[in-house]
């Protein structure tokens, strides 16, 4: 049997059923969608504005009764008419793709940066079930760039904040505040999502510590199914193989990892 | 492994007789390495241009009752920036082909030419995009101009030169035959069909270029009329493509 041909490539048109504003340039997203409803924390959807793109987001929550959601923030074109979506105007939808996260219990740290938090919160809600404890740590440029805090709080007794500017919780890096933290105590597993630099230093941090480690890593998706080739990282397709790769395997192509991306037309830029 | 599957084409030796088709995974030397090591006898890059390109938009991809539907709008970063892939791609061993196009046979004369300066096996000329306006199937619908291009680039360029045609003609076999005749080692058929996904809910062709290529199954039937056609009326090596999904279907 074809392996393309599936529920879970045919795009959907999905109305959108509420839309909620996290911060003042951050906006979630609900839809009812079969194969969302069923997908991993961590995996992600092909969202077709149409008439104006069509991009990659991650799920931002993954419910029994059906609903799903995307959270995006505005930070381009694509990104911006979504923002002007009301509910009942309709989206296209393809996925869930790719891997998403392994669930581990145990003792773990979950370390988000920016809106690379959105995929670690579903995962936040499934692995409550499975870890002795889970310590969520979050970090962003300033106070109003945050969002999430009650929903991951409601799940999570440990969260810690930092801002680069000090506005909200601690002031500093959220990787000052994670070495601190491995320091003290032993994980056994890191998650992490956020800007490249910030994974590659929790990668390093991971490694100095002997824990296991998984990051959920970006770049420019167009098949979304590992076919074209746009989103590769090394021998590995962000898209079909990630998007989160073990410490292992981000070993093999250190010769990237933080280092350059490739851009539209498939020529490297450095981070 | 047994030699038996072991196949010689336009001068080049393949393990089997299975190439990585052009435009698939073909963007960087790490990922053409990986198809080799999974068992290709032969990978053919991306299409290389003078000049980079973004491509279209996206949606660049979308899948139909049939198959897949694409019109990804020739992204690349330009044969010029390629030479690094191509080394990394070499190191699996197996036999590296460098997909070229441009806008005229100056264009990929000076494409090949600059591809057969790196480490590559051969070159396979994209006469048959079907959704980029002034190249692809726009060149490959002439037999005059295919002739032309064929003819430059072989003056050009000392390698084996694999001529990919559309299937998007009336008659395949002139346009296959003037290849040959301008010198082609090789022909590859065929390219994807042209066509287009409307979505009856938003009235919308899902496509940012609204038309495109169909692959998959529902062309493996017309990919074989296309060869054995072409067989029939040329004496160099004939490359099956398309809707190929496994071995024995």
């Given at each position: 049997m074809l392996a393309y041909l599936t529920d879970i490539n045919r795009l959907r048109i999905v109305k959108i059923q509420d839309v909620k504003e996290e911060s003042s340039t951050v906006k979630t997203f609900t839809f009812r969608d079969k194969q969302c409803a069923e997908a991993k924390p961590g995996q992600f959807v092909m969202v077709w504005i149409p008439g104006v793109d069509e991009i990659p987001m991650s799920l931002s929550s993954i419910s029994a009764d059906g609903s799903s959601s995307i959270t995006v923030a505005e930070v381009g074109e694509a990104t911006k008419a979504l923002h002007q979506k009301k509910v009942g105007e309709v989206v296209g939808v393809r996925g869930p793709y790719g891997n998403g996260f392994a669930l581990t219990g145990g003792n773990v740290m979950i370390v988000g940066g920016g809106t690379g938090l959105t995929p670690l919160v579903p995962l936040a809600e499934s692995l409550v079930r499975l870890s002795s404890k889970i310590v969520f740590m979050i970090g962003a440029k300033t106070r109003d760039d945050l969002f999430f805090l009650d929903r991951i709080g409601t799940v999570v007794p440990e969260v810690v904040v930092t801002t680069e500017d000090g506005s909200y919780g601690l002031k500093g890096l959220v990787t000052e505040l994670a070495e601190q933290f491995l320091e003290k105590q032993s994980f056994d597993m890191i998650y992490a999502c956020g800007p490249e630099q910030m994974m590659l230093k929790m990668f390093l941090l991971a490694k100095r510590h002997n824990t296991p480690f998984q990051a959920s890593l970006e770049r420019y998706i167009r098949c979304g199914v590992g076919i074209c080739g746009s989103c590769c990282m090394g021998e590995y397709r962000i898209c079909r193989d990630g998007p989160v790769f073990s410490g292992e395997q981000l070993e093999k192509v250190r010769n990237e990892f933080g280092l350059f991306k490739r851009e539209v037309d498939g020529s490297k830029v450095s981070f | 492994m047994s030699n038996r599957l072991v196949t010689e084409i336009a001068g080049l030796k393949l393990a089997n007789p299975t190439m990585l088709a052009a435009g698939i995974l073909g963007m960087s030397g790490a990922s053409l390495k990986r198809v080799a090591e999974a068992g290709a006898g032969a990978v053919i890059t991306k299409s290389m241009g003078l000049k980079s390109r973004v491509g279209y938009s996206n949606p660049t991809l979308v899948q139909v009752d049939c198959g897949l539907l694409n019109a990804m709008g020739l992204p690349n970063p330009s044969v010029h920036h390629f030479s690094e892939e191509i080394s990394e791609a070499k190191k699996e061993g197996v036999p590296v082909i460098i997909s070229v196009y441009g806008f005229s046979s100056k264009d990929f004369g000076e494409a090949a030419k600059v591809a057969a300066e790196m480490d590559a096996d051969a070159l396979e000329l994209n006469?048959?995009?079907?959704?980029?306006?002034?190249t692809g199937s726009e060149i490959g619908q002439s037999p005059q101009l295919v002739a032309e291009v064929v003819e430059k680039v072989k003056s050009t360029v000392n390698k084996p030169v694999f001529v990919k045609l559309t299937p998007n003609v009336v008659d395949i076999t002139e346009i296959a035959e003037a290849a040959a005749k301008a010198g082609a080692d090789a022909i590859t058929v065929i390219n994807t069909v042209r066509a287009m996904a409307i979505d009856v809910e938003t009235t919308r062709p899902v496509l940012a270029n609204k038309v495109g290529g169909l692959s998959g199954p529902a062309i493996k039937p017309i990919a074989l009329r296309c060869v054995y056609e072409v067989y029939r009326k040329v004496k160099i090596p004939v490359v099956g493509c398309g809707g190929v999904t496994t071995w024995n279907l």
């Open positions: - | 006469v048959s995009c079907p959704h980029v306006e002034r």
